[in-house]
């Protein structure tokens, strides 16, 4: 179709961006390069899907800017067959670009709008992430512990039990570890946090950013 090859050209552009920006991971890159993000956003958003921006998805929420998931995405350096869990399904394009680096995906989302109309996008793409309505906060402990957990809003602190459902090191392998904005409702500092022990975690602070607030509790 000649609109899909049109959105690849778009795509490949936003790639040589990334890459300019200083994203250096080559299996990040691909993924990016793979992902129709153009799926992933509204209708009304179309001419701006392959834009390095974020954008709106409905119930004030939006999807994260192309730079950002990249960021996150390779800070995390998830591997094949990796188990990877995502806060804030939102769109489902950063569960989507974890799909395509081969990880085994679960993503949670607390609100029902959002949720119903992702989980059966993911499907029909033929990304094989597990989705869960439910609140993130709490993780999703049926399928713990995680080589690395993707928070994608912004809290106040690190939740615990998320802490907790980090891989243990074992040996010579390394625990598990996460990527989570932390901070006020305007501000957050990106943080990577990395399992060393059973309460042993060790924390390094990296770009400042902006994210919408992590929140408890559903919302139907
Ligand atoms: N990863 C998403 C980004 C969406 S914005 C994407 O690629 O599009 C962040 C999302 O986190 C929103 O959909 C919001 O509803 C959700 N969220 C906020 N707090 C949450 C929580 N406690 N549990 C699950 N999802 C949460």
């Not at 250096?24 to 993924?31: F, G, H, K, M, T």
């Not at 954008?55 to 192309?66: A, E, M, R, V």
């Not at 713990?144 to 039990?161: F, H, M």
């Amino acid at each position: 179709m000649t609109e899909d090859w049109k959105f690849e050209r778009r795509r490949n552009r936003l790639v040589d961006d990334l890459r300019e920006k200083g994203i250096s991971d080559e299996r990040v890159l691909a993924a990016v390069g793979r992902v129709p993000r153009h799926r992933f956003v509204e209708q009304a958003f179309l001419g701006r899907a392959y834009n390095d921006e974020a954008l709106p998805i409905g119930l004030k929420q939006t999807i994260s800017q192309p730079y950002t998931v990249a960021y996150q995405t390779q800070t995390l350096a998830p591997k094949r067959d990796e188990r990877i869990l995502e806060i804030g399904t939102g769109s489902g394009y950063q569960a989507a670009v974890l799909c395509e680096m081969g990880a085994k995906v679960y993503t949670v989302e607390r609100m029902r709008g959002l949720f119903d109309k992702t989980a059966p996008l993911l499907r029909q793409l033929r990304y094989k992430a597990s989705t869960r309505f439910g609140d993130g906060m709490q993780g999703w402990e049926a399928h713990a512990p995680y080589d690395g957990i993707i928070v994608t809003a912004g809290g106040i602190e690190i939740p615990d039990t998320l802490l907790q459902q980090l891989k243990m090191p074992e040996g010579t392998t390394p625990g598990g570890r996460m990527i989570i904005p932390v901070g006020p409702r305007h501000e957050q500092i990106m943080t990577y946090v990395m399992r060393l022990g059973e309460n042993q975690f060790d924390s390094v602070e990296m770009e400042a950013c902006r994210f919408v607030p992590l929140l408890s509790r559903t919302q139907s």
